[in-house]
């Protein structure tokens, strides 16, 4: 029991390291008129020089958010560390239950982003990282974009946004679709001084 406890411990230590970002390539959200039928897919990719955040989603788990324009939440899902399965070698990981399923598979780093690595095989710790959400119930209605992912991993908070997005209404207006890619920040209005 004191080992599981130090594994723990040490999978806590492991993702406060500095330098890890995510990022989101798209982010496709289908919300539906019937209850329990809402759904959400993600595609991105985890840069994590230390190559530290898979062994511990190994430890702990995972919880991926997806929030609206307020930073409210539409939905959370997580995975308990027994939902999870490190790939060998240390390439990924895969979470999987029942209506959800995420993927976190090491990949080539893109040209113009190459960190030095002493091993030449090394990919510098360069993930693609995917996931479906399925049979949900979104906690906000209508889904206001823009929208972030936050990847949660023991006590660290992954974010990223996606800001430019399209919608639209299939069968009679009872499918809103909605395709979100990054673009610049949202502006956010300055406060107005108050009249005298």
């Known amino acids: 029991m004191r080992r599981i406890l130090s594994l723990l411990a040490l999978g806590v230590t492991l993702v406060m390291t500095a330098g890890q970002e995510f990022t ?3 982010v496709k959200v ?4 019937k209850t329990a039928r809402d759904q959400w897919s993600m595609k991105g990719n985890l840069d994590n020089p230390a190559m ?3 062994p511990a989603i190994g430890q702990l788990g995972l919880t991926v958010n997806l929030l609206d324009v307020s930073l409210d939440p539409l939905a959370s899902t997580a995975f308990a560390a027994t939902n999870c399965k490190l790939l060998r070698n240390g390439r990924g990981v ?3 239950k029942m209506g959800a399923r995420v993927s976190i598979k090491r990949t080539r780093r893109p040209k113009g982003a190459k960190v030095k690595s002493s091993n030449s095989n090394s990919t510098g710790g360069y ?3 995917s996931g479906m959400f399925r049979r949900l119930q979104f906690l906000q209605d209508p889904v206001v974009t823009p929208l972030t992912v936050q990847v949660v991993v023991g006590s660290t908070t992954l974010p990223a946004i996606v800001s430019t997005c399209s919608e639209r209404t299939k069968g009679a207006g009872r499918i809103t679709k909605i395709t979100c890619t990054p673009g610049p920040a949202p502006v956010t209005p300055a406060p107005t001084a108050a009249s005298p």
């Open 30 to 33: 289908a919300e539906r008129s």
């Open 24 to 26: 989101l390539k798209n």
């Open 52 to 54: 530290n955040v898979v």
């Open 127 to 129: 993930y693609g990282a």
């Open 94 to 96: 895969r979470c999987k």
